[in-house]
């Protein structure tokens, strides 16, 4: 029955259910200016910009002949590509890694290149069909149209187009009176009645943009809210309940008993401090890799015998959790010196405790690879671990593949944790108390 409540329990990031604002209005009605004023009044970094400009379907011979003499009809919805862009909004929503294509409108064509979103808590999705296309508006949370009068608007799209994607003022105005003003009234006036909320001269009117970032807020204060309420669900209990198999601690010999002692001692030299913290993390590599999966190889001795043995299925990676993990990268690269290596930055919230992803950056291809470590000398509620993890999940890592080392953790944490990810394997070199305060970063790196 218990290995069936492991099996079921689940943990949602705050970034799961994206909630996403829409911001239409005609061309030069300044969408983007407004997203950008709100953004800027924010300053976080879980509130994101979407441009519905890089979502422009790709062109065949003829419609690229037609754009560069400014007869392409680009303020039609047919223009867009609303499958893909539904498509990335649903997995955003899933708390999944999004591929955002690049448009260039110097070339008329999708580059080869992407740029990935990732984590945003509130998506800010902006252009003149974002509240056009059924599925999208489904999706949305808030919606917002813009409004500006008509000369301003061709004003501003001359300036625009002129300086950044490669026109001329006469093409501007060609394509301006051809199709800009005839869809606007056709398509993108219409948004404006199943708005929220309105916003006449777009970025000067304060009072329309206070009120979409007292929405803001309010939606992260909730979310907030709502991923504390759900850690302390997941550790009600976690400490009375014996720990899972997957849960491997290292072999309590003399010597490492001695090592202990010494690292967990506050008179020792910051050297002897980092030389046994290093010898231990060397273990705690090692016998992570004897979690890891392996195929049986023959080998041929210098002198003719043939030996048994094993080799690793495929490449091992790691991902670092920022700054404490950093500790354990000495003994990772004793074990595994070509190791490719990735960063993670997750912070606990000094008013509510809320573990917080600040930065991410993962190996190339990472979901290919046959194992991974996860690399922190410290879990304690396992909030951090559980985010951690979710993320290398997100990413397309299975979690049977990866291997949590640390140095301690508190038996609530690791419960949590296995209770989320049964087929996570943690390696772990002591057992401490619940909610013990960070130490190691601070005694490793002497700051």
Not at 207 to 235: C, D, F, P
Not at 301 to 310: D, E, V
Request: aromatic share 8%; glycine share 8%; hydrophobic share 40%.
């Amino acid at each position: 029955m218990a290995l069936c409540v492991k099996e079921q329990a689940h943990y949602s990031p705050p970034w799961a259910g994206v909630s996403i604002i829409g911001i239409a209005g005609s061309s030069g009605s300044g969408k983007s200016t407004l997203s950008h004023a709100i953004i800027s009044q924010m300053n976080l970094p879980w509130v994101c910009i979407l441009s519905m400009d890089s979502f422009y379907k790709s062109l065949d011979a003829e419609g690229s002949r037609k754009a560069f003499l400014n007869e392409y009809d680009f303020d039609s919805p047919d223009a867009i590509d609303f499958d893909r862009l539904v498509e990335i909004l649903q997995d955003l929503k899933a708390g999944k890694r999004a591929e955002i294509p690049i448009y260039s409108f110097s070339k008329h064509a999708r580059e080869k290149e992407t740029t990935s979103i990732y984590s945003p808590h509130v998506l800010i999705l902006e252009g003149i069909f974002a509240l056009y296309d059924p599925r999208v508006l489904e999706l949305l949370d808030m919606k917002v149209f813009c409004q500006a009068d008509g000369d301003t608007c061709l004003s501003r799209r001359i300036l625009r187009d002129v300086a950044e994607r490669g026109r001329d003022i006469e093409g501007v105005i060609k394509q301006w009176f051809g199709f800009v003003k005839p869809n606007f009234q056709r398509y993108v006036e219409p948004q404006g009645e199943i708005a929220d909320i309105i916003v006449p001269r777009g970025v000067e009117n304060r009072v329309a943009i206070n009120m979409v970032v007292q929405y803001i807020q309010r939606t992260l204060k909730e979310k907030s809210i709502a991923h504390i309420m759900a850690l302390k669900k997941l550790g009600l209990g976690a400490e009375d309940e014996p720990l899972s198999k997957s849960v491997l601690l290292l072999e309590q010999t003399p010597q490492f008993k001695g090592m202990n002692t010494i690292i967990q001692d506050v008179g020792t030299p910051a050297e002897e401090f980092v030389f046994y913290f290093d010898r231990i993390a060397t273990l705690l590599v090692e016998h992570a890799m004897n979690n890891i999966f392996f195929t049986e190889k023959t080998v041929e001795t210098p002198i003719g015998n043939k030996y048994q043995g094993l080799i690793a299925t495929g490449e091992v990676s790691a991902v670092v959790v920022l700054r404490a993990g950093g500790a354990l990268e000495t003994g990772l690269k004793r074990v595994i010196p070509d190791c490719k290596t990735g960063r993670l930055l997750i912070q606990s919230n000094i008013r509510t405790g809320e573990p917080e992803l600040h930065f991410l950056n993962l190996p190339d291809n990472i979901n290919k690879h046959d194992s991974v470590l996860l690399l922190d000398p410290q879990m304690s509620s396992g909030g951090a671990a559980l985010m951690s993890v979710q993320i290398l999940v997100d990413h397309g890592v299975p979690p049977e593949k990866i291997v949590f080392v640390t140095y301690t953790a508190g038996k609530m944490g690791l419960n949590r944790l296995t209770k989320v990810f049964p087929e996570v394997k943690v390696v772990v070199c002591t057992i401490i108390q619940d909610y013990e305060e960070r130490w190691i970063e601070k005694r490793y790196f002497g700051c």
